[in-house]
T-cell receptor, first 112, second 114 residues
Framework: EDQVTQSPEALRLQEGESSSLNCSYTVSGLRGLFWYRQDPGKGPEFLFTLYSAGEEKEKERLKATLTKKESFLHITAPKPEDSATYLCAVQARGTSYGKLTFGQGTILTVHP | DTGVSQNPRHKITKRGQNVTFRCDPISEHNRLYWYRQTLGQGPEFLTYFQNEAQLEKSRLLSDRFSAERPKGSFSTLEIQRTEQGDSAMYLC????????????FGEGSRLTVL
C-alpha cells in the first residue's frame, strides 16, 4: 500500500527564516510526486510535479526536490503570506489518473 | 473560467438523513474526482470519472455513497443514511486529459452529522 509521511506536523518560522519540509514516501513504482498548498477552509492548490530522482522545481520562494525515498520543499526567506498547510502526494504507476495518496500535511506559520 | 464550484459549502444534518453535494468542474476538463478530508489529515481518494463513466471507486466508498456524472458535466455525490463518521470536507477536483496529478480543487463541501 502506498504511504506518504510528512514532517514536521507543524513548523513556526520568523519572516526571513529559511527551512525545509520533508515528505517520505513508499510507493509501488512512482509515476509522480506532487506538492499542494492548502489555505484554511479552501481546497488544495497545485504547486509542483516531480517525476524522477534528482529533479528540482522552483516557484518564487519555494523549491521542491526529489530522491528515491523522499522529497523536500525548501522555503527561502518566507513571508507571512506563505503560511498554509503544505501537502505532499504520490501517484503510483498503473493507477487511475488523479488517484493520489496524500500525506497529512505540514502546517507552516510564518510570523512577521 | 470560474474554477471548480461546489454546493452547498456547508451542510449540517441529523444522523440517518440523506445528503447530496454538487460539483461543477472546469468546463473543458474531462476528468472529475471526489476526495474526502477530515481534520488534520490529507485528502483521501473516493472516486474518479472520465466524462460520464465512473472508472474507479475507493473501498472507502461504502454502499451508502453514490456518485454520478450525467452527460459528463456536473457531478453529484449522495450519502444515504448519514453517520457521524461521515462528517468531513468533501472535495471535488477536475483535470484535463493528458495531465497527471495536477488537480484543480474546489473549495469543498463541509458535512457535519449530528
Amino acid at each position: 500500500e502506498d504511504q506518504v509521511t510528512q514532517s514536521p506536523e507543524a513548523l513556526r518560522l520568523q519572516e526571513g527564516e529559511s527551512s525545509s519540509l520533508n515528505c517520505s514516501y513508499t510507493v509501488s513504482g512512482l509515476r509522480g510526486l506532487f506538492w499542494y498548498r492548502q489555505d484554511p477552509g479552501k481546497g488544495p492548490e497545485f504547486l509542483f510535479t516531480l517525476y524522477s530522482a534528482g529533479e528540482e522545481k522552483e516557484k518564487e520562494r519555494l523549491k521542491a526536490t526529489l530522491t528515491k525515498k523522499e522529497s523536500f520543499l525548501h522555503i527561502t526567506a518566507p513571508k507571512p503570506e506563505d503560511s498554509a498547510t503544505y501537502l505532499c502526494a504520490v501517484q503510483a504507476r498503473g493507477t487511475s489518473y488523479g488517484k493520489l495518496t496524500f500525506g497529512q500535511g505540514t502546517i507552516l506559520t510564518v510570523h512577521p | 473560467d470560474t474554477g471548480v464550484s461546489q454546493n452547498p459549502r456547508h451542510k449540517i444534518t441529523k444522523r440517518g438523513q440523506n445528503v447530496t453535494f454538487r460539483c461543477d468542474p472546469i468546463s473543458e476538463h474531462n476528468r472529475l474526482y471526489w476526495y474526502r478530508q477530515t481534520l488534520g489529515q490529507g485528502p483521501e481518494f473516493l472516486t474518479y470519472f472520465q466524462n460520464e463513466a465512473q472508472l474507479e471507486k475507493s473501498r472507502l466508498l461504502s454502499d451508502r455513497f453514490s456518485a454520478e456524472r450525467p452527460k459528463g458535466s456536473f457531478s453529484t455525490l449522495e450519502i444515504q443514511r448519514t453517520e457521524q463518521g461521515d462528517s468531513a470536507m468533501y472535495l471535488c477536483a477536475s483535470s484535463p486529459d493528458g495531465v497527471t496529478g495536477e488537480l484543480f480543487f474546489g473549495e469543498g463541501s463541509r458535512l457535519t452529522v449530528l
